[in-house]
C-alpha cells in the first residue's frame, strides 16, 4: 500500500509570513496533485504535476514534484487569512487505474 | 454544472437505523468514489466504480456497508445497521477518464447517536 505522508500535520502563523507544506513517499507516482478544504466543503483541486521537477505557480503558491516524482512541496508566499484549510496531496499510480492516494494534510491556521 | 451534488448534507439518526447517501456525479464523468473522513483516519476511500461497475469496494468498512451505481448520473451509500463509529463526513468525488482531477461534493455530515 502506497504511503503519502505529509508535514507538518499542522501549522499556525501569523499573515504576511511564508511557509512550506511538504508531502513524501517511497512509491513513484505518475502526478501528484495538491487540494485544499474549507470546513463544511469538500477538497478543491488546486493543481497537478506530472513531470519530475515540474513547478507550478498559482498567484502565491508554488508547487513542485520531486525529480524522482517521490515528493512534492507547495510553497505559500505572504500567507493570508483566506488561505485557511486543510491542504491534501494526492498520488496517481498508471497501474492503479484513476485511483488516488491520500496523503493526510495539513492545517494551516492563518491568523491575521 | 453545478458540480457533484450529495444529499442530505446532515443527517443524524439513531443506532441500528438505516442510512442511505445519495451522490449525482458531474455529467460525462465516468470514475465515481465514496470517501469517508474523520480527523483521526483523514481521507479514506470505500469503493469506486468506473462507468456504473464497482471496480474496488476493498474499502468498505464490513457487509453493514453497500453501495450502488444504477446510473451514469446516480450513486447510494448504505449503512445497514448504523453504529455510532459510522459518525463521519462521507463525500462523493467523480472524474474524467485520463483526468486525474477529481471534483468533491459538499459531503454529508453524518451522526449517528
Known amino acids: 500500500t502506497q504511503l503519502l505522508e505529509q508535514s507538518p500535520q499542522f501549522l499556525s502563523i501569523q499573515e504576511g509570513e511564508n511557509l512550506t507544506v511538504y508531502c513524501n513517499s517511497s512509491s513513484v507516482f505518475s502526478s501528484l496533485q495538491w487540494y485544499r478544504q474549507e470546513p463544511g466543503e469538500g477538497p478543491v483541486l488546486l493543481v497537478t504535476v506530472v513531470t519530475g521537477g515540474e513547478v507550478k505557480k498559482l498567484k502565491r503558491l508554488t508547487f513542485q514534484f520531486g525529480d524522482a516524482r517521490k515528493d512534492s512541496s507547495l510553497h505559500i508566499t505572504a500567507a493570508q487569512p483566506g488561505d485557511t484549510g486543510l491542504y491534501l496531496c494526492a498520488g496517481a499510480t498508471s497501474n492503479a487505474g484513476n485511483m488516488l492516494t491520500f496523503g493526510g494534510g495539513t492545517r494551516l491556521m492563518v491568523k491575521p | 454544472d453545478a458540480g457533484v451534488i450529495q444529499s442530505p448534507r446532515h443527517e443524524v439518526t439513531e443506532m441500528g437505523q438505516e442510512v442511505t447517501l445519495r451522490c449525482k456525479p458531474i455529467?460525462?464523468?465516468?470514475?465515481l468514489f465514496w470517501y469517508r473522513q474523520t480527523m483521526m483516519r483523514g481521507l479514506e476511500l470505500l469503493i469506486y466504480?468506473?462507468?456504473?461497475?464497482?471496480?474496488?469496494d476493498s474499502g468498505m468498512p464490513e457487509d453493514r456497508f453497500s453501495a450502488k451505481m444504477p446510473n451514469a448520473s446516480f450513486s447510494t451509500l448504505k449503512i445497514q445497521p448504523s453504529e455510532p463509529r459510522d459518525s463521519a463526513v462521507y463525500f462523493c468525488?467523480?472524474?474524467?477518464?485520463?483526468?486525474?482531477?477529481?471534483?468533491f461534493g459538499s459531503g454529508t455530515r453524518l451522526t449517528v447517536v
Open positions: 455529467s460525462g464523468h465516468d470514475y
Open positions: 466504480f468506473n462507468n456504473n461497475v464497482p471496480i474496488d
Open positions: 468525488a467523480s472524474s474524467l477518464v485520463g483526468n486525474y482531477g477529481y471534483t
